[in-house]
C-alpha cells in the first residue's frame, strides 16, 4: 500500500483513539473518549443541544450558509476547472457548525485563510510529525504524557482552548445569549456544581467543543461529498433529485424550510443510500488496510 494511505488511515485513528492523556493532549478529554464517571453528566447536560427541536430553530441559520455556498459555487463554477468536492464541502459544515455550535461566523466558505478551516485540515493531516507523536503515544503512553509537560501544546490544542476560553468570556461581558452549545459550556462553568464531583477545567470544556467542532464538520461533509461522487456517477439518479428538488421548490414558493425539505423522500433515499454505500467502503477500507499493516 502507498506510503500516503497508510498515513491516512493513522492521521484519523489518530484523531479517533481513546486513550485520555490530560497533560500531552489536554483535548482528548472529550465526550468520546471519557471514562463513564465524567461522561455521564456531560453528555447529560449536552445532549439536549441536538433534539429535533433544536434542529428546527437552527434552520435558518443552515439555510443562511447554504446561500454562502451557492454564491461560492458560482465562483468557482465561473472557472470552468474540475471542483474538489470534498474541500467545498469541508467548508460549508465547517461554516454550519460555527454558526449553529458556536455563534462564531468561520468564514470558511468566504475566506481562503480561514483559521477554522486551517486548523479543521491540521486535525486530519499526515505529516511526520504526526506519524512520530502517534506511534510514541501508542507504544509508550506514559513517556508521552511525561514529554506533555514538557512540549508546549500543538497549534490546534491552543487555538480551541484559546478561542473557548475567549467566547464565554466575551458573551459573560456583554450579556450575550444563543441558547447554543457555547451557552451551556457557559452554564457548566456557571454552575460547575451540576456536574457532581468531577473537577470542570477550561481544558475539559474546551475538549467538548473540539470534539463538537470536528464531529459536526468531518462526519456531514464526507457524507455530502460522498452524495455527490455518487450521484455524478449516477446521472439517472441526479437527474431524479434535481427533479424532486426543482418540483419542491416551485409548489412552496422557493421557501425550502425544515418541514418542506423532511417531504422529500427522494432526496432522503439518496442521503441513506450514501450512508450505507459509505460504511460498506469504509468497512473494505479498514479491513484491507489493516490485513496491509500486517504484511
Ligand atoms: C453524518 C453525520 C454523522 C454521523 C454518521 C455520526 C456518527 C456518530 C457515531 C457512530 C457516534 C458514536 C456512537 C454514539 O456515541 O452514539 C457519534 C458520536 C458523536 N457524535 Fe456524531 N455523527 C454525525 C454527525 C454529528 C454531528 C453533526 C455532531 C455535532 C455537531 C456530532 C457529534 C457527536 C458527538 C459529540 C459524539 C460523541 C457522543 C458521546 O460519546 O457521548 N455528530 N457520531
Known sequence: MQFWYKNLILSRIYLITILILPQAEPLS??????????????????????????LKEMFSLISECGDYLVKYMEKIADKNEPVECRELTAKYTTDVIGSCAFGIEMHALSNEDSEFRKMGRKIFVSSWKNILRLRIRQMFPWLYEVLGHIVSPTDVTKFFIRVIVETIDYRETNNVIRNDFIDMLRELKKHPDKLGDI??????????????????????????????????????????????????????????????????????????????????????????????FTT
Open 29 to 54: 478529554q472529550h465526550l468520546f473518549a471519557l471514562e463513564p464517571k465524567r461522561w455521564r453528566p456531560l453528555r447529560t447536560k449536552l445532549s439536549p443541544v441536538f433534539t429535533s427541536g433544536k
Open 199 to 292: 473537577e470542570l477545567t477550561d481544558h475539559l470544556l474546551a475538549a467538548q467543543a473540539f470534539v463538537f467542532f470536528v464531529a459536526g464538520f468531518e462526519t456531514s461533509s464526507t457524507t455530502m461529498s460522498n452524495a455527490l461522487y455518487e450521484l455524478a456517477l449516477n446521472q439517472k439518479v441526479q437527474d431524479n433529485l434535481r427533479e424532486e428538488i426543482d418540483e419542491a421548490y416551485v409548489k412552496y414558493n422557493g421557501d425550502l424550510k425544515y418541514e418542506n425539505i423532511k417531504k422529500m423522500n427522494y432526496l432522503d433515499k439518496v442521503f441513506k443510500g450514501t450512508s450505507s454505500a459509505k460504511k460498506v467502503r469504509c468497512f473494505f477500507f479498514f479491513c484491507f488496510s489493516f490485513n496491509d
